[in-house]
Structures are given as structure tokens and as C-alpha cells.
T-cell receptor
Framework: DVKVTQSSRYLVKRTGEKVFLECVQDMDHENMFWYRQDPGLGLRLIYFSYDVKMKEKGDIPEGYSVSREKKERFSLILESASTNQTSMYLC?????????????FGDGTRLSIL | DAKTTQPTSMDCAEGRAANLPCNHSTISGNEYVYWYRQIHSQGPQYIIHGLKNNETNEMASLIITEDRKSSTLILPHATLRDTAVYYCIVRARSNDYKLSFGAGTTVTVRA
């Protein structure tokens, strides 16, 4: 089975802090994704990576950056956390797009910015 | 992506089959049907997907009509742990990397 592991289930940080969310997958997937999920707004893509050191902006990249130094690990960085970044953050991974294989998600990190 | 329509909610008795419908009347030839579910406070869980043939795995069966305009996800023996929001998505595989979920169907399995 595919396993996508997010480093924390719950995290509380203060405004202005630099926050790191880590994600590891064990299926040698090329693609990795960071989404946030908010009530009434659904799932929104923040960033996408299709290879080591490669990234593409999603729909809402402002205030975030990402790092992919190794194939299995994809990090999301909140450069200076703000209260409007309080959300559920979801990491996903998948095989190449042409394979029609699904994205697999981690359990999520519920982040609260105070 | 083609739009999907699902019922807002449904109840199911524990141990009985749960049949979840999804309408995707504007689906195009290269779009697959995917099903995910999300249990409260957890990440979405992939269930099954298919193009035009019926599919079965250890979790569920997917029945796609011959015209591909609708599909049904079948949970053969629902348990209380199957209570979740179920999402039906249609996507082309080519360059479509962004997932988006609609409102889904809230399934409540009752003892």
C-alpha cells in the first residue's frame, strides 16, 4: 500500500513564525503535492513538484514556498505565518500523470496560527 | 474536468451494501472516474477508479454505465468505519494534475 506520512497531525504556531511541514512517501512517486482544505472552499493546490528540485505553483502559492531535495520528501514552508493560514494541510503523491494512477494523501496537518 | 452530481447524503445499515450514485453526463472519452472518501479529520483516501469497465478491489466495486454518463460505487458490506464523505471525480490523465472535490455524499452507516 502507498504510504504518505506527514510529520505532524496537529501544530500550533504564532504569527510571524517560519513553519515547516514535512511529507514523505514510500512509493517512489515522481509527483508530490501540497493542498490546503478549508470549509466551504474545498481542496486548493498550493504547490506541485514533478521531480527533485522541480516545482510549479498551484492556485494559492502566496505566502508559501516548497523544497524537494530528495524524491521521497516534499516540504512546505510558511515564510512568515499569518492567521489566515490556519487550515488543514494535505500532502499527496502520485505516479506520472500519463499513468492515470490516483493521488494518494497523507492524514493531514491541522495547523493553527495564533 | 467534467462536472459530477452526487446526492448530498445517504444512510446505510451496517452489514448491508451501500450503493453511491454519481452522475457525470458531460464526461469525455479520455476522462476516468475516481472515487475518494474522507473520514472526519483525516486525509482523503483513494478508493477505486475506472474508465469504462467495471472495477473491483478489496474496498469496493465501481459500476460504470455503458454510455459512461453515470457510475455507482458499491461498498458490499458497510461497517461503521465506512461513515465518511464520498467524492466522485472525473479527470483526464494527460496533464491534469490538480484535484478538486465537490460537495460529495455524506454517508452515515447506522448500527
Amino acid at each position: 500500500d502507498v504510504k504518505v506520512t506527514q510529520s505532524s497531525r496537529y501544530l500550533v504556531k504564532r504569527t510571524g513564525e517560519k513553519v515547516f511541514l514535512e511529507c514523505v512517501q514510500d512509493m517512489d512517486h515522481e509527483n508530490m503535492f501540497w493542498y490546503r482544505q478549508d470549509p466551504g472552499l474545498g481542496l486548493r493546490l498550493i504547490y506541485f513538484s514533478y521531480d527533485v528540485k522541480m516545482k510549479e505553483k498551484g492556485d494559492i502559492p502566496e505566502g508559501y514556498s516548497v523544497s524537494r531535495e530528495k524524491k521521497e520528501r516534499f516540504s512546505l514552508i510558511l515564510e512568515s505565518a499569518s492567521t489566515n493560514q490556519t487550515s488543514m494541510y494535505l500532502c499527496a503523491s502520485s505516479a506520472p500523470l500519463y499513468s492515470n494512477q490516483p493521488q494518494h494523501f497523507g492524514d493531514g496537518t491541522r495547523l493553527s496560527i495564533l | 474536468d467534467a462536472k459530477t452530481t452526487q446526492p448530498t447524503s445517504m444512510d446505510c445499515a451496517e452489514g448491508r451494501a451501500a450503493n453511491l450514485p454519481c452522475n457525470h453526463s458531460t464526461i469525455s472519452g479520455n476522462e476516468y472516474v475516481y472515487w475518494y472518501r474522507q473520514i472526519h479529520s483525516q486525509g482523503p483516501q483513494y478508493i477505486i477508479h475506472g474508465l469504462k469497465n467495471n472495477e473491483t478491489n478489496e474496498m469496493a466495486s465501481l459500476i460504470i454505465t455503458e454510455d459512461r454518463k453515470s457510475s455507482t460505487l458499491i461498498l458490499p458490506h458497510a461497517t461503521l468505519r465506512d461513515t465518511a464523505v464520498y467524492y466522485c471525480i472525473v479527470r483526464a490523465r494527460s496533464n491534469d494534475y490538480k484535484l478538486s472535490f465537490g460537495a460529495g455524499t455524506t454517508v452515515t452507516v447506522r448500527a
